[in-house]
């Protein structure tokens, strides 16, 4: 049964869904972020210089928690001197401007204080790899590969990524601003302190993934999948749009307003058999 809760309206909600359902075609049976060289371990993985996650989140009220937002200053960067990125490579204040990452393998990984803008990062390969106190923008691809990655204290602005492999990652203090998300795999992740803001997601996948302290601020979810997930303190209040497929219960923990109830009307009168006729 779904607890979630709606704030301004003064009215709980109790749904249940027959979810379960698994997306198909969805890769399945991977590890999870604490194994190996996982996403925080290995290497000082999610150490990083400074670590910095002050400020205080966006979205305040009653009974939630907000999330932090990173803090990310860069110092003065390197240019970074080109060549192809090599598996468990060293990457640490550079600037990568428009250069061409596609197709490349940098699986495990360590980007520290570097900023990537309008990088091609299609087929990159990402695995397990770090990346701490980071700025992308503007970055474009299809299939990019960060499953059990570590993000933290990093900006995705303007990003256009689509079929991005994030399952089992690791987000901490993670800014996601503007551009356009399709099909990305969240299954297992683990989401702290992350902020989407005035972006849009296609067909999220969130199964089995844990969120806590994340924000949805002038995004649209469409289509999205919280089948066995986990949320606490998942503010989705100032969500531009709402649309859930799949893992409807699984909204306990979250707080939505007027809006977003408008938003999931339909799907909760089909799943509890109430007919609306006019």
Known sequence: MAGFQLVGGGVGGGVQDGGGERRTGAEGGWRGVTGGRGAMGGRGAMSGRGARGGGRGVTGGRGVREPRRPQTRLPALEPYGGGELTPDGDYDGLDFRGTDLAGQDASGARFLECALTGCALDGTRL???????????GVRGVGTDLAEAGLRDTELLDARLGGTQLHG???????????????????????????????????????????????????????????AATLTDVDLRQAAALDVARGLDRLAGAVIGTAQLLDLAPVLAARLGIRVED
């Open 127 to 137: 695995r397990r790899a770090r990346v701490l106190d980071s700025r992308l923008t």
């Open 169 to 227: 990652a690791v987000l901490e203090r993670v800014l996601v601003r503007g551009g356009k998300l399709d099909y990305v795999n969240l299954r297992s992740a683990r989401l702290t302190d992350v902020v989407f803001q005035d972006c849009v997601l296609i067909e999220p996948d969130f199964a089995g993934a844990r969120l806590n302290r994340v924000a949805f601020v002038g995004s649209r979810l469409t289509g999205a999948d919280l089948t």
